[in-house]
């Protein structure tokens, strides 16, 4: 059967490279279609793991807001978030991890703020207002700006959940160097609250470097300067603020991003917390914006899969329905000689196999190219439908969906493998049956008519 | 002598409009081994549907036919067409992207007959009918009519049943290679003890066949019945 199939490729040469270059065309777009919804998997993948899987409990300024009366001064003291609602939260369903910060800005006599132009003249200013930000956390693991690697730790160490109820502290690289300030340094901060003076020592176990920051703006107080925030453990934020309560914000980390409506749910039915005056914040804005991109792109990537398989049998029935129509007479000597149909059909289907094998090694080669272009194609035909024209994506966006790895996986070549064997055998089996279903009488009647 | 193949009251008709029209009608016939038999008639008189339901290419409506006294349709009819008989056609029905040896190679494979040295035993009975090796090896549509022809019988041969059926295997021939043909189907039959049965519209042809048949009323008879 082998031989046979072989010595027909060789003499159908002409069929035979037809076939081939119809499957080299399926196979390459079967696996770019591939390749690029794998891609997407992967992305959506790692931006589920990076990003918005956060949600905070923060004061509902909105509301807060609506409720003050007219001329009437915020009360920010009496709306703080307290140590105990934030703890009834951190034990629901999906909380993976979290960390609570107490922000409060600090002096210190032997550390020097690094200044900005124009701080000093800032309207509203307090004049017992601090040069330096205190940024107390439980841990400093999951903190955008170091998860993210915009800060980056040049020595030492960050602080962890076990530094909590320390006066370590890490600062940043600018700051120490300023004030010949190194690892294992100390300093004094104080704060200055209700006309009393607190002050803590801090001892430097970690020095951070920015390498770059969405806070820091031209013009901006050397408060708001990102260099002057030191981290520290949340029992300092408490004792410079004076409160062993109340916490700036609480952040919890989510199993799974897609989870965050389920969680504010559960958590407004679990707990005490008057949401009226609080609000848990889903922080997967990013996410949903580059999720439902990539969304597009894998449904898309799989329709087109779909439509090169569906359209890709239809064409090779087409063709194989027309050249088997002048193999009648092949079957009808083969079956005159006692051969089953099951083989005939075999021999058919090992003749596109051979080709597509062919066509499958090639186009692991062609493959990453087609998927390529496919993908830039996509890419920006998505662009259009959600923009309404070929306008600015966001920085992060768009070097996010320049990143995406359109490569071919050993699950590609697997998928491929088994696509391509399943349209060779639709496209034999359809035609071929369509002859067979006749009797061997039939069959060589046509083909002497 | 020995009953090979028998047709016992075999009916079949082809669908004609509403009604059918009829080509055989409880017929019987016995085919022994050893003669060679030549069914005559014009065209359309079912001669060709007879040779067709004999090779079990097609199955009567009625009745049975019976190869050594088992019912074909029992055996089965591919195992009964790759098994017990062969059949060589009026155009040789060879297969063309395969070279003279290698369609006669193919009917061995299919019957799976276990033969030491294949190759030179097709070339040796290709040899024994005028194709030499170099013809052999040739590609099949580069052989005369009568060259493919006797590349058909070898394949017929090759199998070594006892039944061999040919439809009108000299229609394409020229009269010296109808001869040739005509000679070996004799051959076959009265040195190896071979059941031929040969579908032609040539008297003169039949005339050289042991037993000469016709379909007169539906039924398969002798000619000069």
Redesign the interface.
């Known amino acids: 059967m082998i031989?046979?199939a072989l010595?027909?490729l060789?003499?159908?040469i002409g069929r035979t490279i037809l076939l081939f270059f119809i499957i080299v065309l399926i196979t390459n777009l079967v696996i770019a279609g591939l390749s690029i919804q794998s891609a997407s998997n992967k992305e959506m993948q790692q931006l589920q793991s990076q990003l918005g899987n956060d949600v905070t409990l923060t004061v509902n300024f909105k509301n807060m807001m609506q409720d003050r009366q007219p001329g009437e001064a915020v009360n920010e003291q009496s709306n703080q978030i307290t140590l105990e609602m934030a703890d009834s939260v951190k034990n629901l369903k999906y909380v993976k991890n979290y960390n609570y910060t107490i922000s409060t800005s600090a002096n210190s006599d032997s550390v020097s703020a690094i200044k900005s132009e124009s701080s000093n003249n800032m309207p509203g200013r307090k004049e017992d207002e601090g040069d330096l930000t205190i940024s107390a956390n439980t841990t400093m693991k999951y903190l955008d700006s170091f998860t993210n690697e915009r800060y980056k730790l040049t020595s030492g160490r960050l602080l962890t959940a076990k530094d909590s109820s320390s006066q370590n502290c890490v600062i940043e690289k600018n700051l120490a160097s300023d004030n010949n300030l190194s690892v294992g340094d100390t300093f004094t901060v104080y704060t200055t609250v209700n006309d009393q003076k607190i002050s803590q020592e801090l001892t430097v176990i970690g020095i951070y470097e920015i390498q770059s920051s969405d806070n820091m703006q031209i013009g901006d107080a050397h408060f708001n300067n990102p260099v002057n925030t030191i981290y520290t453990g949340l029992s300092v934020g408490q004792t410079l603020s004076n409160s062993s309560e109340n916490l700036t914000s609480a952040t919890y980390y989510l199993d799974d991003p897609k989870n965050a409506d389920s969680f504010v749910k559960l958590a407004k039915k679990k707990t005490s917390i008057d949401f009226n005056t609080y609000s848990l914040e889903t922080n997967d804005q990013m996410y949903k914006q580059n999720a439902s991109s990539l969304e597009n792109m894998k449904s898309y990537a799989q329709l087109f899969v779909w439509i090169i398989v569906i359209g890709g049998s239809a064409i090779l029935c087409l063709i194989l329905a027309l050249t088997i129509r002048n193999r009648y007479?092949?079957f009808?000597?083969?079956?005159?000689?006692?051969?089953?149909k099951v083989k005939i059909i075999l021999q058919q289907l090992l003749e596109i196999l051979v080709i597509a094998v062919i066509a499958i090694v090639i186009s692991l080669g062609t493959g990453k190219v087609a998927a390529n272009s496919i993908y830039q194609v996509m890419e920006s035909s998505q662009t259009v439908q959600q923009n309404g024209g070929p306008q600015h994506m966001d920085n992060n966006k768009q070097d996010q969906q320049k990143e995406l790895d359109v490569s071919i996986t050993s699950d590609n070549v697997i998928e491929l493998f088994a696509i391509t064997g399943a349209v060779c055998v639709v496209s034999i089996i359809v035609p071929a049956t369509y002859i067979l279903r006749l009797?061997?009488?039939e069959i060589?009647t046509r083909k002497?008519g | 002598m020995e009953s090979l193949l028998e047709f016992k009251n075999v009916s079949y008709s082809y669908p004609d409009g509403q009604d059918d029209h009829p080509v055989l009608k409880d017929t019987s016939y016995s085919f022994e081994k050893g003669k060679v038999y030549a069914i005559v008639g014009s065209s359309g008189s079912g001669k060709t549907t007879t040779l067709?339901l004999a090779?079990g290419?097609?199955?009567p409506q009625e009745g049975k036919i019976l190869y050594k006294q088992e019912d074909i349709s029992q055996i089965g009819l591919?195992?009964?067409?790759?098994?017990k008989m062969?059949?060589v056609?009026q155009?040789y029905?060879?297969?063309?992207?395969?070279n003279a040896l290698?369609n006669v190679m193919?009917?061995l494979d299919?019957?799976h007959k276990k033969i030491k040295n294949k190759k030179e035993y097709c070339l040796q009975i290709l040899d024994q009918l005028g194709i030499s090796k170099d013809m052999a090896l040739r590609d099949v549509r580069k052989l005369s009519g009568g060259q493919q022809q006797r590349v058909a019988i070898a394949?017929a041969i090759v199998k070594d049943t006892d039944l061999i059926l040919a439809d009108e295997p000299t229609g394409n021939l020229d009269e010296d290679n109808a001869l040739e043909v005509m000679k070996l189907f004799i051959e076959l039959a009265h040195q190896e003890n071979k059941c031929v049965i040969i579908v032609s519209h040539s008297l003169t042809l039949a005339s050289m066949c042991d037993q000469q048949l016709k379909i007169k009323n539906e039924k398969l008879i002798d000619y000069f019945q």
């Open positions: 031989k046979n010595l027909s060789k003499k159908n007479y092949e009808g000597v083969l079956l005159s000689l006692g051969q089953t009797s061997p009488r060589l002497e | 067709a090779s290419l097609d199955s591919t195992k009964y067409r790759k098994e062969t059949i056609f155009s029905n060879l297969i063309y992207y395969m290698d193919l009917a299919i019957a394949r």
